[in-house]
C-alpha cells in the first residue's frame, strides 16, 4: 500500500510532505532487505534486520506524547530496559500481518525487562487505532502520532523507520541497536531481541 492509499487530513504543505518524505508507507522489500548503512552505523544482515555496533550505537532524539489511550509517555523513562518501538497504521496491511507477533512476544518478554511501544501514525481517526490495539489484544502503549512529528523529530538523520511498519529496538542504554524496515514475524522479533538482553 503507498503513502498515497492512507487515509490523510488536511496538513501544513511542509510538514505533508515531510512526512510523505519519511513514511513512505507500508513499505517492505520482497527480498526482505531493510536498507543499506547509507552513512549510518547500521549493518544490514541478510534477514532484513540492521544492527549497530555498542559503541557507535546513538540515543533518539525526544520520542514522547500522548498515547491512544490518553496518558502521558516518555521513552526516555524506560531506559534500563530494551524496548521495542514499532511505527504502525491500522490501515497497513504488512502491520495488521505482523501484529499477533507482537502481541506474543511482547507478553512473552515483559517479564524478562523487554517494553514495547508503538507508535501508531496516519490514523486519524483515533478509533480505528483503538479498534485495531483490542482486535489483536495488544496491551502495550502506543503513542499517537496521526501527522509523524513525533517519528520526523524523534529520531537522529539516518535512523528513521522510512516505511510502515518498522521496527526499532533501543538496548539498556536507551540507544538505538536495531532497525528493520519490514513486517517481522515471531522469529525475526525474538532475533533483535535476545543479543541485547544478553548484553552486560
Not at 520520542?63 to 496518558?71: N, S
Amino acid at each position: 500500500m503507498s503513502l498515497s492509499h492512507a487515509p490523510r487530513r488536511a496538513l501544513p504543505a511542509v510538514a505533508l510532505v515531510a512526512a510523505a518524505l519519511v513514511l513512505t508507507g507500508c513499505s517492505s522489500d520482497s527480498k526482505g532487505r531493510s536498507g543499506g548503512g547509507g552513512g549510518t552505523n547500521f549493518v544490514t544482515n541478510a534477514g532484513g534486520v540492521s544492527t549497530v555496533a555498542k559503541g557507535e550505537r546513538q540515543a533518539p532524539n525526544k520520542l514522547a506524547g500522548e498515547t491512544i489511550d490518553g496518558r502521558a509517555l516518555d521513552v526516555a523513562d524506560l531506559k534500563g530496559k530494551v524496548v521495542v518501538l514499532n511505527v504502525w497504521g491500522s490501515w497497513c496491511s504488512p502491520c495488521r500481518a505482523e501484529a499477533p507477533h507482537f502481541s506474543k512476544v511482547s507478553k512473552d518478554y515483559q517479564a524478562k525487562g523487554v517494553q514495547f511501544v508503538g507508535i501508531n501514525t496516519r490514523d486519524f481517526k483515533k478509533p480505528d487505532a483503538v479498534n485495531f490495539e483490542s482486535s489483536y489484544d495488544i496491551t502495550y502503549p502506543s503513542l499517537y502520532d496521526p501527522a509523524g512529528k513525533i517519528i520526523l523529530h524523534g529520531f537522529p538523520k539516518g535512523s528513521l523507520p522510512q516505511g510502515i511498519p518498522s521496527t526499532i529496538v533501543l538496548d539498556k542504554d536507551g540507544k538505538i541497536a536495531a532497525r528493520s524496515l519490514m513486517a517481522l514475524d515471531e522469529a525475526k522479533l525474538k532475533s533483535m531481541i535476545d543479543p541485547l538482553l544478553a548484553e552486560k
